[in-house]
């Protein structure tokens, strides 16, 4: 069963940064790419940010140079680091993966962290 454990999200002022992380059961060979998607209230789930097992990465318009994804392939985790948030950010942030090798070639989620900004 694969496990996609998130924590890290929270209140925060505008300005201000957040770390994400997320830990799954899955060993590295069995992982395509891990990555962060969000999702606001009315709005469909959209891309945050994705890196491949290679370290390729892949970010949204709205967060580039501000977020920046990474990985700790030993410790099988994604990491997302936020700055400069603002109110457009926040939404409940999910960390997904996408599976090769001995698991099924699918997108496996997290079940998200609650990223706040006001103030």
């Known amino acids: 069963q694969v496990q996609l454990l998130e924590s890290g999200g929270g209140l925060v002022q505008p300005g201000g940064s957040l770390r994400l992380s997320c830990q799954t059961s899955?060993?590295?060979?069995?992982?395509?790419?891990m990555g962060w998607y969000r999702q606001s209230p009315g709005k469909e789930r959209e891309l945050v940010a994705t890196?491949?097992?290679?370290?390729?990465?892949n970010y949204a318009d709205s967060v580039k140079g501000r977020f920046i994804i990474s990985r700790d392939n030993a410790l099988n985790m994604v990491f997302l680091q936020m700055n400069n948030l603002n109110r457009e950010d926040t939404a409940v942030y999910y960390c997904m993966l996408e599976g090769t090798g001995y698991l099924d070639p699918q997108t496996y989620w997290g079940r998200g962290t609650q990223v706040t900004v006001s103030g």
């Open positions: 899955v060993s590295t060979f069995s992982i395509a790419a």
């Open positions: 890196i491949t097992t290679g370290g390729r990465t």
